[in-house]
């Protein structure tokens, strides 16, 4: 049981490349999240899918698209990398089948826009 | 507009001492409270969470208090240890919106010889 499993780890882009990060996650998990960390910030959600097939906007969404390929992969898209995009990418799962919903991060990504 | 502020923002401790954070927040309606650690290049990951009704909640040598009149939480730390040195996240969820979290900024702490 790997938990939820992001890759890369790390990624260099030049400002204009594209780049999808993978996320999957073996707990047959509903839910799914890409968060972004950011120095002095708290995560900020930039999109999360409630169930496969759905997929909403998050508090920062602007610059990305995402994918819900099926209940166990989320992938997020930079179509075209911007410097400002620069940060800790981390994907996560939650149930949200009964009782207080616990919610389980990957280790993240570290992209750096230059 | 929903917000979790905690302190203090950085903190650095002698081991084996104690140590309290705090959190304070404005989501409302509120569902749920929890606390995270964070280390150093890793993702974050749940040491409790907290509804309404709960006031205390212990694991090993994490507690977490929570106060919904006041709205805010604790989390107290005893006998610390140089694998405590973390990041402590505050994260509050409003019902009805369980796919949406609200973070905290998190309290940086150092556990020291």
């Known amino acids: 049981n790997a938990g939820v499993t992001q890759t890369p780890k790390f990624q260099v882009l030049k400002t204009g490349q594209s780049m999808t990060l993978q996320c999957a996650q073996d707990?047959?998990?509903?839910?799914m999240y890409w968060y972004r960390q950011d120095p002095g910030m708290g995560l900020r959600l930039i999109y999360y899918?409630?169930?496969?097939?759905?997929?909403d906007k998050g508090e920062v969404p602007n610059g990305y698209n995402v994918s819900r390929l099926n209940k166990r992969e989320f992938s997020l898209r930079l179509e075209s990398a911007a410097p400002s995009q620069t940060s800790v990418y981390f994907c996560?799962?939650?149930?949200?089948?009964?009782?207080?919903?616990?919610?389980?991060f990957g280790p993240g990504t570290r992209l750096t826009v230059t | 507009k929903n917000q979790v502020e905690q302190s203090p923002q950085s903190l650095i401790i002698l081991e084996g001492k104690n140590c309290t954070l705090q959190?304070?927040?404005?989501?409302?309606?509120?569902?749920?409270l929890r606390w995270y650690k964070q280390d150093t290049g890793r993702g974050p990951v749940s040491l409790t969470i907290?509804?309404?009704?709960?006031n205390t909640k212990s694991n090993g040598r994490y507690t977490a208090t929570l106060d919904a009149d006041t709205k805010q939480s604790s989390l107290h730390i005893t006998a610390s240890q140089l694998s405590d040195s973390a990041s402590y996240i505050c994260?509050?969820?409003?019902?009805?919106?369980?796919?949406?979290?609200?973070f905290g900024t998190g309290t940086r702490l150092q556990v020291t010889l």
């Open positions: 996560a799962s939650m149930t949200t089948s009964g009782g207080a919903y616990e919610q389980y």
């Open positions: 707990m047959n998990h509903n839910s």
């Open positions: 899918s409630a169930s496969e097939g759905t997929t």
């Open positions: 959190c304070n927040y404005t989501v409302s309606p509120f569902s749920n």
């Open positions: 907290m509804t309404f009704s709960e």
């Open positions: 994260v509050v969820s409003a019902t009805g919106t369980a796919s949406k979290l609200t």
